[in-house]
């Protein structure tokens, strides 16, 4: 049976003025966006430049075994907060049970009554509970476990706790409760508020609330009253306000420096991650196949030691040859070359139609308050794959004659290739026209413009493409079921997963990433910097409730700090996007840019209208294109990046439950789910 982890507070006031109103505002404002601005929030206390609250000095004893104290300093302004007395909370009320793996105490206050519940409830010592939702890094649990002798001193230590974590503090000595989640936001927290009660949980209790994620800027403390300290400056707001060497001044030892360095806290994190998992023979990761999965793969084969398998777990709605099920062979049969010794096992994930319509309703719950289309999208494709069962490819598919010529011909399939644009410049051309790429490997770099035209104008029509496509789908089909009849179902006993989540918003993955307005690129275009700091509202909560609903753990070895931290001290902006025809000289050294072949035009995009030239060819995550590259990738280096739920076909087997056009769809994507629509 699947160990769900879970934590919950709920708070029944007993007294009016507690702040919930402005809490719930507030909650609202930044969920609507994503983004937190400092400025905005004057609910209650705010950390000081020197770590204290409201200007008072927070007691020694707060750092006394904080392993990140010197490296967290919070810089926020200081606000001035309630004097009066504190509510006391009541030791002496205390109740505790215990059913089904999970442990629930009940206490009060002069103010409220609460009921604290969770699969990892403590008594640290007479006078602190701690429920922990997630995971701690080495150390932090010895704060824990230091006395706090004030409410000033106990919010600068708790605010220096790492790790991937939700956490209930309550602490009799301070007469607080202390709720808030690490400062990447790698786990759900919620805020719900309905009937008078609040319940703070990490699963919405259905949607006859109001429910909001709890950002992980915010602390909310709940004392006199209910309040917020505004966390401030976070590891990911401190990469964001990076100024960065403009790359026109850049040098090729800056550039292999950078390259080095980001390859180092890749690898580090992997490893320190590995080191977290419960079930030691093997390592389990999320695979499209793609340059990200594809990366993590081999940082694992190449630094995590004494496993047995390397499991590449793939996902794909029918029918079973969704994009990513074809990257996916194409990248195992790169990584089964590179690491002959390492023993690769990809997991193939296929999900009926049927089977996806009868949790629909379950995702549905677990998604709030996320509830687009796109987030249920997304969701079935995680669901599935992190339940961990499938078949085990027979790597004897890869030796085949059939697989050979299939590959041969994957350049026909605009779902694995990136879209080319002609600039709406170029007058004999219209804009977001699609090259027949079958002839790709014939064409080299100085003639892949003017061939690039050539094909362009030689396309097949849309529907002919789609023919060709079909006759691929049938024929990996035909052939995957040869290879593999007879195979048994696989169960992986992974209780963690490593995903690679993080990587395209903080290397510049995202197609707006390259056509949105620069800044001299000396620091983080807008889009960039919106997207790493909503990452905890638009993808990390959502996605930690839908994994832990089988039981499973989610690892983000690129939201580790030890990248965090490397692409904040890299002397160049690792998010901005470099343009293969207007680059500086050191770029053409790189071996990505040296790979530029007709295959690689097609798998850039062409989108340029407002400089005086008639394409351009925007390299996205070109640092993590070269580290694949150097380790002796192929494919993945110019696979286009797909959403997870177009890759996996989840976003096709809902429109299609739906009876909507793809057109159709795609305007409906950010649009919210109703009731009507399940």
């Known amino acids: 049976m699947a160990h769900i982890r879970h934590i919950r507070l709920v708070v029944r006031p007993l007294v009016e003025n507690l702040n919930v109103h402005d809490i719930d505002l507030a909650l609202k404002k930044c969920n609507a966006t994503g983004l937190v601005e400092n400025e905005e929030y004057d609910i209650g206390a705010r950390l000081t430049t020197n770590g204290s609250v409201n200007g008072g000095c927070v007691d020694s004893e707060g750092s006394v075994g904080n392993p990140v104290a010197d490296s967290a300093r919070h810089e926020c302004r200081s606000v001035a907060t309630d004097d009066t007395t504190p509510a006391k909370l009541h030791r002496e009320t205390m109740v505790w049970t215990n059913h089904d793996g999970m442990t629930q105490v009940k206490f009060r206050s002069d103010r409220a009554q609460f009921e604290l519940t969770g699969t990892d409830v403590q008594m640290v010592d007479e006078y602190t509970i701690v429920a922990l939702y997630g995971s701690m890094e080495r150390g932090c649990k010895d704060v824990l476990k230091q ?115 980001v390859y180092d806290g890749i690898s580090r994190a992997v490893t320190e991650l590995c080191n977290s998992r419960t079930v030691r023979d093997r390592v389990t990761i999320l695979f499209s196949g793609g340059l990200d999965s594809s990366l993590l793969a081999c940082m694992v084969a190449q630094h995590v030691k004494d496993i047995e398998c390397i499991e590449l777990v793939n996902v794909a709605f029918k029918p079973k040859v969704a994009p990513d099920r074809i990257t996916a062979i194409c990248t195992f049969e790169d990584l089964t070359r590179i690491y002959p010794e390492v023993n690769f096992k990809l997991i193939l994930v296929d999900v009926e139609t049927e089977e996806y319509k009868k949790v629909e309703p379950e995702l549905m719950k677990r998604i709030m308050p996320n509830n687009t289309h796109m987030d249920l999208n997304i969701a079935a494709a995680l669901y599935y794959a992190v339940a961990l069962r499938g078949t085990v490819m027979r790597p004897q598919l890869i030796h085949t004659q059939e697989w050979q010529e299939i590959k041969q011909n994957i350049a026909l399939m605009k779902s694995i290739n990136l879209r080319v644009t002609i600039s709406k410049g170029y007058e004999s051309k219209t804009s977001n026209e699609e090259l027949d790429c079958g002839q790709a490997e014939q064409h080299d770099n ?148 040296q790979s530029l072949q007709y295959s690689t035009f097609k798998n850039c995009e062409f989108l340029d209208d407002r400089r005086n030239r008639e394409v351009a060819i925007y390299i996205n995550k070109w640092i993590l294109r070269e580290i694949a590259v150097r380790i002796g990738l192929k494919h993945c280096v110019h696979f286009k990046k797909r959403a997870i739920q177009f890759g996996t076909r989840s976003a096709k087997t809902f429109n299609r439950l739906r009876g909507m056009s793809n057109r159709v769809a795609s305007d409906k994507g950010a649009a919210k789910i109703n009731n009507n629509d399940l």
């Open 147 to 261: 006395h706090f002798v004030s409410h000033e001193s106990t919010i600068e230590a708790l605010m220096g706790l790492t790790g991937s974590f939700s956490i209930v503090y309550v602490s009799f000595r301070s007469n607080a409760i202390y709720v808030f989640k690490d400062e990447i936001g790698t786990r759900s927290l919620l805020w719900g508020h309905h009937g008078g009660v609040i319940t703070i949980t990490d699963v919405a209790l259905g949607t006859h609330a109001e429910w909001y994620e709890i950002p992980p800027e915010f602390m909310i403390t709940i004392r006199d009253g209910i309040k917020v300290v505004n966390r401030g400056q976070t590891m990911l707001r401190k990469l964001c306000n990076q100024t960065k060497i403009a790359y026109s001044r850049l040098t090729i030892a800056d550039v292999n420096n950078a390259i080095q360095l």
């Open 446 to 593: 100085e003639n892949s413009t003017e061939n690039a035209r050539k094909h362009d104008r030689q396309a097949k029509s849309a529907s002919d493409e789609c023919d060709v496509v079909d006759v691929l789908w049938e024929q990996l089909v035909k052939l995957h079921d040869n290879v593999n009849t007879g195979v048994e179902e696989y169960t992986s006993p992974s209780k963690h997963v490593i995903i690679g989540s993080g990587a395209d918003e903080l290397f510049g993955g995202y197609g707006r990433h390259a056509v949105a307005p620069q800044t001299g690129d000396v620091s983080f275009p807008n889009e960039v910097n919106k997207d790493i700091r909503r990452l905890w509202k638009r993808n990390l909560g959502r996605d930690d409730r839908v994994v832990n609903a089988q039981g499973v753990t989610a690892l983000y070895p690129f939201l580790q700090p030890a990248v965090i931290q490397v692409l904040t001290d890299l002397t160049l902006n690792a998010a901005t996007v470099v343009d293969a025809l207007e680059c500086p000289e050191w770029a053409k050294s790189l071996g990505v840019y």
